[in-house]
C-alpha cells in the first residue's frame, strides 16, 4: 500500500475513529443512558393517561379499591353506556365541535393576516401595536373574565353561540407565531409578484399564505385545542344547558352530576372519549408543524 493511498484512507474514515477508545466506548453508553432517561420521562407522562384508560374499562369497585391497575377485571363498557344514556354527552360534543371548528377556522384567518400586516406592511404605529400584542400574551386570561362577561352582555349575546365564538376569534399568541414566520419569508418572492403586477391581497393570498402551512397548521392546532378544552370562558358567556360543552359537562360529572358516588370509570371515560378529537388532530398534522422549511427558502 502506498502512501498516498493510505492518506486517502485516513480522510474517508469515518469522523471521530481516531479518539481514543476508551472514549468511543463512553459514547454508546451515553447514548443508552440518554434513551433511559427518555423512556423514564415518557414513562411519567404516560402513566397518568394509561391509568384513565384503563380506569373508564373498570367496574366501580375494581376503580375504587384498585385505582393504579392497568388490567381492568373484568373489562366492561358499562360506564361508558351509562355516560352516553344518562347525559347529554352528545350534544355537548356536537357543541365543543362547532365551537372549535368556527374558533379556529376564524383565528388562523385573522392570525394569518394580522401576522403579515405587521410583518410585511410598512404603517405608522406597527411596532407599538406588535407591542401592544406581545403584552396581551403576558396577562393571565383569568384577569379578562370579567371584561369578557362585561362587553358580551353589552353587545347582547350573553348565553349564544356568538358570544361562545366571537371573543376567541383573536388571539395573541396565534398572531405572533405568524408574525416571527413570516419575517423568516425572503422579500424577494414578494417583489417578484408585484413585479407580475399582483397587489397585496394576491400577494398575501396566493403567494405568501401557501409558503407560511407549516405555520398556519402550528396555529390550527393551538386554536383547536384551545378552543376544544376552554372552560373558564364557557362559564362566564352561557348558562342555558343546550349550549352546555364537553368541557362543562365533564366539569358537572366530576362535581357529582349523575350521583354522589365516586363513579371513578363514568368520569374518567368522558376524560378520555374528550382527548380523542385533540389526539387524532395532532398525529394527522404532526409531520407539518415539523416541516418549517417546507415551500419556502428562508432569507
Known amino acids: 500500500m502506498t502512501a498516498t493511498s493510505t492518506a486517502r484512507g485516513a480522510t474517508t474514515a469515518p469522523r471521530g475513529s ?3 477508545p476508551a472514549r468511543r466506548r463512553r459514547r ?75 374558533v379556529t377556522t376564524g383565528r388562523v384567518l385573522f392570525a394569518a393576516m394580522a401576522g403579515y400586516a405587521l410583518s410585511r406592511l410598512h404603517w405608522r404605529g406597527r411596532a407599538v401595536v406588535f407591542a401592544g400584542v406581545v403584552a396581551v400574551m ?3 386570561q383569568v384577569v379578562l373574565l370579567i371584561p369578557k362577561f362585561l362587553v358580551i352582555n353589552q353587545l347582547g349575546i350573553y348565553d349564544s353561540y356568538a358570544g361562545m365564538v366571537v371573543p376567541l376569534l383573536a388571539d395573541a399568541t396565534s398572531v405572533f407565531i405568524m ?5 423568516t419569508l425572503p422579500v424577494s418572492v414578494e417583489e417578484a409578484a ?10 398575501f ?10 405555520a398556519l397548521v402550528t396555529v ?27 368541557t362543562k359537562g365533564v366539569a358537572n360529572l366530576a362535581s357529582g352530576a349523575l350521583g354522589q ?19 387524532v388532530l395532532f398525529f394527522v398534522f404532526q409531520r407539518r408543524i415539523t416541516a418549517t422549511g417546507e415551500g419556502a427558502e428562508k432569507g
Open 28 to 102: 454508546p453508553l451515553r447514548r443508552h443512558a440518554i434513551y433511559l432517561a427518555l423512556v423514564a420521562i415518557s414513562v411519567v407522562y404516560l402513566f397518568p393517561f394509561a391509568i384513565q384508560v384503563a380506569t373508564a374499562f373498570k367496574t366501580d369497585a375494581q376503580a375504587a379499591a384498585e385505582p393504579l391497575t392497568l388490567v381492568p377485571s373484568p373489562a366492561t363498557t358499562a360506564a361508558l353506556e351509562r355516560l352516553l344514556a344518562n347525559s347529554d354527552f352528545p350534544l355537548w360534543a356536537a357543541n365543543s365541535a362547532l365551537v372549535a371548528v368556527v
Open 261 to 279: 358516588s365516586q363513579q371513578f370509570p363514568l368520569r374518567l371515560g368522558a376524560a378520555a372519549l374528550m382527548t380523542i378529537p385533540v389526539a
Open 179 to 183: 408574525k416571527n414566520f413570516f419575517d
Open 194 to 203: 408585484r413585479i407580475d403586477g399582483a397587489g397585496v391581497v394576491r400577494t
Open 220 to 246: 390550527l392546532i393551538l386554536s383547536f385545542q384551545g378552543s376544544w378544552n376552554e372552560l373558564s370562558h364557557f362559564i362566564v358567556s352561557t348558562q342555558s344547558p343546550e349550549l352546555t360543552t364537553l
Open 138 to 140: 403576558a396577562v393571565p
Open 18 to 20: 481516531d479518539a481514543p
Open 205 to 214: 393570498w396566493s403567494v405568501v399564505l401557501p409558503m407560511a402551512r407549516p
